[in-house]
């Protein structure tokens, strides 16, 4: 079976290199029947990508230990849900994911019905891509290469990946890195055959958000992953292969909303090529930060030659785009200008600049301890500090901006318009940070935060209480009929809201969580207690229990706050025969105020035993607000009257 997979990924890879030929030549040539082959081989290069993936979940589903990677990466007595997920556990197995889905992507998009003067242009792209991917595969990473003697037993997935978040969390992120890949190739198609109108934007509109959808709840069950699975008490250590998740997200989302302005206004045409080239380009540069072996991190798959294969495609793929860019800058020139500094043009640009300012933020911080070792040969390492730093005030200015767009006109925003508007939200802003100063709350950053989540909500719902009112009174229906028909009659507009509301949430969770939260580390005796924050903390003793094929020790505990009554917790040490150091598993008990987190640091002969106790306020915020952003974006996108693009710009195009 492993000898067919192989096969399968060489004649993918053939069929690729055919499908781009076909491409071209039928392009050049004006052959309607070679394109008609190109679109055939597309297909066939998913139909044996797809054969050879699925070849190796059924060599990892029966412990086929012949084939190194099975070997690696399970063990027979791995339950089957695991074993599926170390599919993509290793770096071998993750490419051929990536490779599978961009080759079952292109298949999807060449056989869609929109824009057929596009699609030799988008197939050649995404064949060119998926080419390399394969090739890699067949070159470097071959997921079938076989061991060279009999193993009886695999090494088993790593610990910390045996956690339901090894299903979601890269499974997710791959779509969203993956997703990238179609408005870039459709840029790119637009760029080559100098038809730079808005079309490429509108066909692509759903693969963006889908793409953002999944890199948004990659990023979020990751968070989550780290947070009950590491026992560091938190979520994101600013880690460099976090970090190489998160900016394509920035980017991804500076391009969803500028888009909204070409599509409106036909203006920045040239700075939306931009931001997708950047954000595809980052997509790559991530894969090459786990795969390369420059960094140190958790996620990373350590060193190989990769890295070098990745670097020189990522310079191939930029040079080519940003050249293209620039060939055809007199055409992307072509629209309209801004008519006013105070607009809601005005308001997106300056909001893509803050994405795109972090996102360089976070690119500088990642490679800096890379370049400072090329250059002086000592590695300088750049930590939370630095991240946060700037982050804090860029997210804050963000979130204010959230709050600014919806209450200001486009093209130009007079006087009367702008004191009517923002009256109501900077009145509950203001009023926020006298009732935060007399709480006791005054830390610049949480008063901050705080009372512009207030103004952006107040924002946002004024908004939405004014489009129903003037729609109640005009059709005279009920008020729930008025609140269901305007919403889902402009499912974007108010899909879009959700999603702020969601983003504002999460930054009341990551402010609380990073401003306020307690550490302390305390060594007790069985029957002992100690207080912290209001808790008291009781440790009834230690115990031993197998589970499965694993060695679990627990401490019971008991947790109360401000005299309520008990709660028993369990906080474990849980090892594994495939590995030495133990994996650490938090007890939490979590309120909408704040997370008790509990880890069993150690113990000692004398039954004295070690726990850290972190205090984490408003982290169920953070999560909550994920999922309702989650719940705006499938609003938006879900089919049906108001879920398209706007009637100016289907009338413009």
């Known amino acids: 079976m492993a000898n067919i997979g192989y096969f399968a990924l060489v004649l993918a890879l053939l069929l690729s290199a055919y499908t781009i030929a076909a491409y071209i030549l039928g392009i050049k040539y004006h052959r309607g029947d070679f394109l008609a082959s190109a679109t055939g081989g597309v297909l066939a290069t998913a139909l044996f990508t797809t054969i ?42 993750s490419l051929l994911l990536w490779a599978w889905l961009l080759t ?92 730079t109108d808005d079309r490429w934007i509108k066909v692509t509109r759903r693969w963006t958000i889908i793409s953002w959808l999944f890199l948004s709840l990659g990023n979020l069950t990751g968070a989550q992953w780290a947070y009950v699975e590491l026992g560091w008490g938190g979520y994101w ?16 989302s500076a391009f969803l909303h500028s888009v909204m302005v070409q599509e ?101 911080g990642t490679i800096f301890p890379i370049i400072s070792e090329a250059v002086t040969g000592n590695k300088i390492t750049v930590g939370p500090p630095f991240f946060n730093a700037i982050n804090a005030p860029l997210g804050l200015a963000f979130m204010l901006l959230m709050g600014i767009c919806p209450l ?117 005796k069985p029957g002992q207690s100690f207080q912290v924050a209001g808790y008291n903390v009781t440790y009834i003793g230690m115990q031993q229990i197998t589970k499965r094929n694993t060695t679990v020790v627990y401490a019971d505990v008991n947790v109360s706050k401000n005299g309520q009554p008990p709660v028993a917790v369990r906080p474990e040490k849980v090892y594994y025969p495939t590995t030495e150091q133990p994996s650490t598993e938090p007890a939490i008990s979590s309120t909408w105020a704040e997370d008790f987190y509990l880890t069993l640091a150690g113990w000692e002969q004398d039954y004295s035993t070690s726990f850290k106790v972190n205090i984490n306020p408003l982290v169920k915020w953070l999560w909550a607000g994920g999922y309702v952003l989650m719940a705006g974006t499938l609003f938006a996108l879900w089919p049906g009257k108001g879920s398209g693009v706007g009637a100016k710009y289907l009338g413009r195009s």
């Open 237 to 252: 250590a600013w880690d460099p292969v976090e970090n190489a998740s998160l900016m394509p997200w920035l980017t991804g």
């Open 408 to 524: 200001i006109a486009w093209r130009k925003a007079n006087l009367k318009n702008l004191l009517a508007n923002f009256v109501i939200p900077l009145s509950t802003g203001l009023a926020t940070i006298v009732v935060l100063l007399i709480l006791g709350i005054s830390k610049p950053y949480a008063v901050a935060a705080y009372s512009i989540a207030v103004f952006v909500t107040t924002a946002i719902l004024q908004d939405v209480v004014k489009g129903i009112l003037v729609r109640w009174r005009i059709t005279g229906e009920g008020l729930p009929v008025s609140t269901f028909r305007l919403l889902t009659r402009n499912r974007r507009r108010y899909g879009g809201y959700i999603v702020h509301l969601g983003l504002v949430m999460m930054i009341v969770g990551i402010a609380g969580s990073n401003i306020y939260n307690q550490e302390i580390t305390k060594t007790i």
């Open 52 to 93: 050879a993936s699925v070849i190796l979940i059924y060599l990892l589903m029966i412990s086929d230990f012949s084939v190194e990677y099975v070997a690696t990466y399970t063990s027979t007595d791995l339950p089957m849900f695991y074993k599926f997920s170390a599919f993509w556990a290793g770096n071998n197995g």
């Open 104 to 195: 079952v992507f292109a298949a999807v998009v060449v056989f869609g019905k929109k824009y057929r003067d596009l699609e030799p242009y988008v197939g050649a792209v995404l064949m060119a891509v998926s080419m390399f991917f394969l090739f890699v595969l067949i070159y470097n990473s071959n997921p079938f290469a076989k061991l060279p003697g009999l193993v009886s037993e695999g090494g088993g997935l790593n610990p910390m990946l045996q956690n339901p978040g090894m299903v979601v969390h890269p499974l997710t992120l791959y779509l969203g890195y993956v997703g990238f890949t179609i408005p870039f190739a459709y840029a790119i198609a637009a760029l080559i055959s100098k038809r």
């Open 264 to 364: 409106r206004k036909n203006m920045l045409k040239i700075w939306n090529m931009l931001l997708i080239i950047i954000t595809f380009g980052l997509t790559l540069f991530g894969t090459f930060l786990v795969r390369s072996g420059v960094v140190a991190s958790v996620h990373a798959f350590g060193s190989s030659s990769l890295g070098t294969l990745f670097l020189i495609f990522i310079t191939l793929v930029m040079t080519g785009s940003l050249y293209l860019v620039a060939d055809r800058l007199n055409l992307l020139k072509q629209g309209n200008e801004f008519e006013g500094i105070i607009s809601k043009e005005s308001s997106f640009l300056l909001n893509n600049l803050l994405l795109v300012g972090s996102a360089f933020a976070v690119f500088w």
